[in-house]
């Protein structure tokens, strides 16, 4: 009998250890922690490495040279201009984004007809594979082939004989390639507002048409302070999505014309890899990395302050 107790004792142990929170929160969250130690952790300690050595292509090593590739990274103009780039094309995009977000998911609240239609055209570019939709626009904005300057021409809004060369001017190539991430990311921050509107409680719609809070006043004063954590975490991402992204301008125009829309990831690449100084390249990386970590901290502390309890 006490075997038997004893027994049923270390049984009863065993489920109530698996049943805690603490035990349960640490195996669920324990893959997600190794997954980012290996795939995360690795590179970026790799790359803090090589920027302190000279290493070249073909090797994970070399000589040790300190600050020496951050200094010259600083010294080179084209670095200086994909530093330029990358914060312009931060901070443009990513407020067409929520502009575009914004008021997308709140005409899909509405009772339209064909809604689940409209839904899964606005996620389409989210969905289809980065090169294959960018691969597109490639075509849409090419020098002789643009659909754009053909609606234009149609139109008469641009001179036919001497259309824009949108990949080919270096502000209209800048423009292009921030249409085409903006583009890319509103259906992803849209989703996001999506799921903020549909957490508001309809006994605050209710409340807020009992005092007389209508259209843009109802805006103002409810939606959006409600909306606010929910624009913050669709910032967040979108900053680093737009930050660390190197595909639009790899496809679009490889940095060109005259490295007038390089970015630091792009730039990074082709130091790094293309031009093989791995050292080099990898100091230049690691310029968006305090950048990134001052903006979530800040975003984090101001989606704390505005959050709804």
């Known amino acids: 009998m006490a075997t038997v107790a004893a027994s049923g004792r270390t049984r009863r142990r065993r489920r109530n250890l698996l049943e805690s929170r603490r035990f349960l929160a640490t195996a669920l969250i324990a893959p997600a922690v190794l997954f980012i130690l290996v795939l995360v952790g690795g590179p970026l300690l790799l790359a803090m490495y090589l920027s302190l050595t000279d290493a070249v292509g073909g090797t ?65 570019p989210w969905a289809a594979p980065v090169p294959l939709s960018t691969i597109g626009w490639l075509w ?14 149609q139109l008469h809004l641009v001179d ?31 989703v996001i507002f999506l799921a903020g509107l549909a957490s508001i409680p309809s006994e605050v719609e209710d409340a807020a048409k009992v005092d007389g809070a209508v259209g843009l006043k109802k805006f103002w004063y409810v939606t959006l302070p409600l909306q606010l954590p929910i624009a913050t975490v669709a910032l967040l991402f979108g900053i680093v999505f737009t ?20 970015m630091l990831t792009s730039w990074a690449f082709f130091t790094g890899i293309r031009g093989g100084s791995l050292g080099e390249g990898a100091a230049v990386s690691l310029y968006l990395l305090p950048l990134l970590v001052v903006v979530a901290v800040l975003m984090l502390r101001f989606a704390r302050k505005v959050e709804v309890t």
């Not at 002789?144 to 021409?153: E, H, I, R």
């Open 60 to 124: 994970l090593g070399g000589e040790w040279v300190g600050f020496d590739n951050f200094l010259n990274a600083w010294r080179d103009p084209n670095f200086r201009r994909a530093l330029r780039n990358t914060l312009l094309f931060t901070i443009v995009s990513q407020a067409i984004v929520l502009l575009c977000a914004g008021l997308i998911a709140h005409a899909l609240t509405r009772p339209i007809r064909g809604k689940w239609l409209l839904r899964f055209l606005i996620i389409l």
């Open 140 to 153: 849409i904005y090419d020098s002789l082939f643009s659909v754009v300057n053909w609606v234009a021409k």
């Open 243 to 262: 930050a660390t992204d190197m595909t639009v301008v790899y496809i679009l125009t490889q940095g060109g014309p005259f490295n007038s829309t390089q």
């Open 160 to 190: 036919q004989f001497n259309p824009p060369q949108w990949l080919g001017d270096p502000t209209l190539a800048l423009g292009a390639v921030i249409s085409v991430h903006a583009w890319r990311i509103i259906p992803f921050a849209v």
